[in-house]
């Protein structure tokens, strides 16, 4: 027996809204819209791992860095310029929590979902 092929099509996220949260991340990361419904949205480039957003009518945004509800998953992102970029993402929607466990290295920010994601000079 051959070993399957096994590839990463999508990370998807929960949320209300998949068309707030898709123009977030589709203009952040200049990721154009692949499919798109009422319900889900992928953003990505064709032959890549692409984002998708997925309606969920009971979603409960995490409430990182409170355990009550844990983050669940979360994005790093590779950036140049901590503080360019953290204005970048503020503008879009982002908002930026209080805790933040290593400001000169990472920042943590939270999307319109409030699904936490870093911004990282790792790996730049």
């Given at each position: 027996m051959s070993t399957p092929e096994i590839r990463l099509l999508s990370f998807d996220f929960d949320c209300l809204d998949p068309a707030e949260l898709a123009?977030?991340?589709?203009?952040?990361?200049?990721?154009?819209a692949l499919y798109r419904s009422d319900d889900f949205i992928l953003l990505g480039r064709e032959g890549a791992p692409g984002l998708g957003f997925i309606r969920q009518a009971d979603f409960r945004p995490p409430t990182w860095p409170d355990p009550a509800l844990g983050k669940q998953a979360h994005l790093e992102l590779?950036?140049?310029?901590?503080?360019?970029?953290?204005?970048?993402?503020?503008?879009?929607?982002?908002?930026?929590?209080?805790?933040?466990?290593?400001?000169?290295?990472?920042?943590?920010?939270?999307?319109?979902?409030?699904?936490p994601f870093c911004l990282s000079t790792h790996g730049i």
């Open positions: 123009r977030f991340y589709g203009e952040a990361l200049d990721l154009p590779g950036v140049d310029d901590l503080d360019a970029a953290q204005e970048r993402m503020l503008a879009l929607g982002a908002t930026l929590p209080s805790f933040q466990p290593r400001p000169d290295v990472w920042r943590v920010l939270l999307d319109p979902a409030g699904h």
